[in-house]
């Protein structure tokens, strides 16, 4: 009974409309394209799988439960330390150094400064039993741990200061059973600094330097208001985002003699004038957000150097690169308009990553076991587990997101709840149900190879997938005037 009703619902999450792409226009253009997804996904029978994968298993509930332990005994009091003590990032120095004592503690190798990133680390759990160092799938967990920017100071408002804990927790349990069990396979951890800000981005300054290379499988967790899953596919949490800094340079003058200079503030001023005059012409999921983190020294002196700081976003990157250059023109035309200059400097890009069914539903089914609150029973959009895109496209993953607040993220009352009962409870369903996917992952080959044809089957859809949005976005033919 409890396979067939896994199963009815199941194929009825995935066969709705939902799971595809974020926009009509997408899932129009790349029918063809969602159509060869479903035809994999139901080829790899993704309700048997589950059913199969999670069948009761008296090891894994050993695993499980050592997870569970490793948090209420110490980690969730861990993970409440670095929320009181925020730390923005790239400067998350006391908060590495809390991380990387206790997997030190715990049979890892540890290793600062990866990939030119000071508060980047790795950490790799030391095999008894002379098991070679490539033998056996390669589990890699991500652990985050930087606070948001606020006008009030640093605050752990998405609640990254329990996600290293958490991490922490499932690599110790599966790295014992590894060992206990004398079974092959390698856990590694990966610090990862600064996930809410940009530049750099580090997890793609770290894939580029090699950190991520011949891992098999990551996870990671992250806060959430509701229980969620994503459906197959490819797209990303928050939008393809090109991240600009836009640096107006004037000349100074006394303000009494103001057309002495020329106002770089002003340039700023007219750039976000320009956008707002073409967003009519822009389709509607499109979003432009800015700062202006340097707009001048004195009010008793014109600007000669003026800062705008934006993310520009969309659901896919073909049609960000038309909105991106409207924004880029908008700049270049307010620079003409008052007699400045201009520097476009493309600091950072989040891209679509691939979600993956073979992992997200047995992940969702274990949420829902270790009793994970206020669930979501439909599929969310396809969404890569982190959010550079560059990790993801190329080594399947699951985020897990069981319910850890009932406010919004990046709110002071995420960060409240971070330290009550309901983020406490989340933290531990997560690393219970991480701990249960890793243990499925490292110790049944038959469900590798599974994960694995999924992955490879979405990732060669994509380079079709792009092109047939190039089709759907043609540019208007502009006459030269008469």
């Not at 991380?99 to 990939?115: P, S």
Request: aromatic fraction near 8%.
């Amino acid at each position: 009974m409890r396979i067939f009703v896994l199963r009815a619902f199941l194929l009825a999450a995935l066969s709705s409309a939902g799971w595809a792409q974020e926009t009509p226009t997408e899932r129009e253009a790349a029918k063809q394209v969602l159509r060869k997804m479903g035809e994999l996904e139901k080829s790899l029978d993704i309700p048997g799988l589950t059913a199969r994968v999670t069948a009761p298993n008296a090891e894994r509930d050993k695993v499980v439960a050592r997870a569970k332990e490793l948090m209420d005994s110490e980690l969730i009091r861990m993970g409440d330390a670095i929320t009181r003590a925020p730390e923005i990032g790239f400067q998350e120095d006391h908060s590495i150094k809390i991380l990387m004592d206790y997997l030190n503690q715990h049979n890892f190798v540890t290793e600062a400064g990866i990939a030119g990133l000071r508060t980047a680390f790795t950490g790799k759990y030391k095999r008894a039993g002379g098991f070679a160092a490539n033998s056996g799938p390669t589990l890699g967990i991500i652990l985050e741990y930087d606070a948001l920017r606020g006008t009030q100071g640093a605050f752990h408002g998405d609640q990254h200061s329990t996600q290293g804990p958490i991490g922490m927790a499932v690599a110790i349990a599966i790295g014992e059973y590894l060992d206990r069990a004398k079974l092959p396979g390698n856990v590694v951890v990966f610090g990862t600094p600064g996930e809410e800000m940009m530049p750099p981005a580090a997890k793609t300054q770290m894939f580029e330097a090699g950190v991520f290379k011949n891992v098999d499988v990551i996870v990671r967790s992250h806060a959430v208001t509701s229980t969620t899953r994503p459906a197959p596919g490819f797209g990303t949490c928050c939008l393809n985002i090109d991240g600009v800094k836009y640096t107006f340079s004037g000349a100074p003058a006394h303000q009494m003699t103001a057309w002495a200079g020329r106002n770089a503030l002003e340039g700023v001023i007219h750039l976000f004038e320009n956008i707002d005059s073409v967003r009519s012409n822009l389709r509607p999921e499109t979003r432009i957000q800015g700062v202006i983190p340097e707009g001048g020294a004195a009010p008793n002196v014109v600007p000669d150097r003026a800062v705008a700081d934006f993310y520009i976003r969309y659901p896919d990157a073909v049609y960000l690169a038309q909105v991106r250059e409207f924004v880029d023109n908008a700049a270049k035309a307010a620079a003409l308009s008052t007699g400045t200059k201009v520097k476009i400097e493309n600091y950072g890009r989040l891209r679509d990553g691939i979600s993956l069914a073979t992992l997200a539903e047995p992940a969702f089914f274990y949420m829902k076991k270790y009793g994970a609150t206020n669930v979501q029973e439909e599929p969310g959009k396809p969404s890569g587990f982190e959010e550079t895109g560059s990790v993801s496209s190329v080594i399947p993953g699951i985020s897990f997101s069981a319910q850890t607040s009932t406010f919004a993220n990046h709110t002071y009352e995420m960060e409240k709840d971070a330290l009550a009962e309901i983020g406490h409870h989340g933290f531990v369903v997560d690393a219970e149900s991480m701990a249960a996917l890793l243990f499925d992952f490292a110790t049944a080959a038959d469900y590798r190879a599974a994960v694995q044809q999924e992955f490879k089957g979405i990732q060669a859809l994509f380079g079709e997938y792009q092109e047939a949005l190039k089709k759907v976005y043609p540019l208007p033919n502009v006459p030269e005037p008469k």
